[in-house]
């Protein structure tokens, strides 16, 4: 009875650790292949703000945008 518990409750504990890390990597590959904010999307919401980026601006934003993950 106490070593079918355990078992459960180590079978439990592998398939969370197991199930964590291919999440991981699948959501790793998704970023990759659909990054969140790109520099043309940069241009785009700025122009939609009334303002012309210079590519100095938009340099300064993906930097800042990298340094916040």
Aim: charged share 20%; net charge positive.
């Amino acid at each position: 009875m106490l070593h079918d518990i355990l078992l459960i409750i180590v079978g439990l504990i592998i398939g969370a650790v197991i199930g964590f890390f291919i999440a991981r990597k699948f959501m790793e590959k998704y970023l990759k292949k659909n990054p969140p904010i790109n520099e043309q999307m940069i241009k785009i919401m700025m122009s939609q703000m009334g303002r012309t980026p210079t590519q100095k601006q938009i340099n300064q934003m993906m930097k800042s945008m990298n340094n916040i993950k």
